[in-house]
């Protein structure tokens, strides 16, 4: 919104043609207004909520005390997110809206499902075939609107890049070179394979479903890591924040030629959402470190695993969020394995056996009698790990 109105050659308003100044400007943005309105929105949650979400009986230390606390906390984030995105964003890129569309539909999804879980109080909400199917179409929808947005330019090889050196300025403003030719079905329809320059695995029409394992995984992934305070909301934080880097170099042809990357012109604009992403999520985390005085729920959790993997469609590195996300993808595999296993031998055995204590991962050190901080923190660690090593595939080519 700023950027369309105030941003100009000159002066002090200068600033808002730089997508560094404007991210920037949407994690302290986002922070405030998370950490401003987070205690109003606590407490009319729990006005509404009465009882507050249902607690499972997992025979956990202090567990049971946080019986009460409300959830749907993840309307802080949102609020924070979606106002920073709004102001800070250029809004007549495309990117912005495909990507605030997927976070806003997910969202809504949990939200109906926490808000089912607090009326019945019980942890079932909606069906999960029910749950699962709308996550699938609006997946699909965004993913071939990202697939027509790559199908409108295609990254010109290295050599190329010569003699488009005089439109650096044009550039700086990230705006699409005018050499560049439309349609190239082998960058819209397919997939960047890692360590590789400029190969794209062509998959067609297929690559809209892979786009929608990977936005639907990734959401669910998330929401198997919400799990106990602080979890899931430190390591979004700093995957959000290793994706707003990819993008901004995928988004600048100079960065991405020399790197060996894809170029896709405007997409370093996703930056600025994933910065009002980190500061709402900072924001949130003010009030659910522990002892937690709100839970994202699936209002939350949803949301901002869509946003992630939509993010990693959109920049063409979906390989990479196996470890940058390398943290949800522990978690989320972890109840495939149990579950998977636990079916397997009750079917030749007639006893289902366990590989872990109790899935989801976080659950199973618990059950090793780690207490509940050192779980959160020993995860924050790994998950910065992953968040570093991912970035460091990028010059990996």
Request: net charge neutral; glycine share 12%; charged share 10%.
């Amino acid at each position: 919104m700023l950027y369309e109105f105030l941003a100009s050659d000159r002066g002090l308003f200068n600033l808002l043609n730089y997508i560094t100044f404007r991210t920037g400007g949407a994690i302290v943005t986002a922070f405030l207004i998370a950490a401003l309105f987070g205690g109003p929105i606590i407490n009319g949650l729990r006005r509404r909520q009465g009882q507050g979400q249902p607690i499972r009986d997992l025979s956990f230390e202090d567990q049971m005390a946080k019986r009460g606390t409300p959830t749907m906390g993840g309307f802080i984030i949102w609020l924070g997110l979606f106002v920073a995105a709004l102001i800070w964003s250029n809004l007549s890129n495309p990117y912005t809206w495909v990507i605030l569309f997927v976070t806003a539909s997910f969202a809504f999804i949990g939200y109906l499902d926490d808000a089912a879980k607090v009326a019945k109080q019980t942890d079932a909400g909606v069906s999960a075939g029910v749950r699962l199917m709308a996550e699938f179409l609006v997946a699909g929808v965004a993913c071939a609107f990202i697939m027509g947005l790559h199908g409108a330019h295609t990254p010109l090889g290295h050599a190329d890049w010569g003699v488009l050196t005089g439109l650096a300025e044009q550039i700086a403003a990230l705006a699409p070179p005018t050499t560049i030719e439309p349609n190239d079905p082998g960058f819209s329809g397919g997939i960047a394979v890692p360590f590789v320059n400029d190969y794209f695995l062509p998959l067609g029409g297929l690559f809209i479903l892979f786009g929608m394992l990977v936005v639907v995984g990734s959401a669910n992934a998330v929401n198997f890591t919400d799990g106990l305070d602080g979890l899931a909301i430190v390591p979004m934080i700093f995957a959000c924040g290793s994706y707003a880097t990819i993008a901004y170099l995928t988004g600048n042809f100079i960065f991405a030629d020399y790197l060996g990357i894809q170029f896709a012109p405007g997409a370093g604009e996703i930056a600025v959402i994933l910065g009002s992403m980190m500061g709402a999520g900072m924001g949130f985390l003010w009030f659910n470190a522990y002892p937690a005085q709100v839970f994202m729920g699936d209002t939350g959790s949803l949301g901002l695993g869509a946003l992630l993997g939509v993010v990693a469609v959109a920049v063409k590195h979906e390989f990479a969020l196996v470890v940058i996300g390398g943290l949800f993808v522990l978690e989320a595999l972890s109840v495939i394995l149990q579950v998977g296993w636990f079916k397997i031998t009750r079917k030749l055995t007639g006893t289902g056996r366990r590989i872990f204590a109790m899935a989801p991962l976080h659950h199973h050190f618990q059950k090793k009698n780690w207490p509940e901080t050192r779980v959160v923190v020993r995860f924050w660690i790994l998950s910065v790990l992953f968040s570093l090593v991912g970035l460091a595939t990028l010059k990996l080519r």
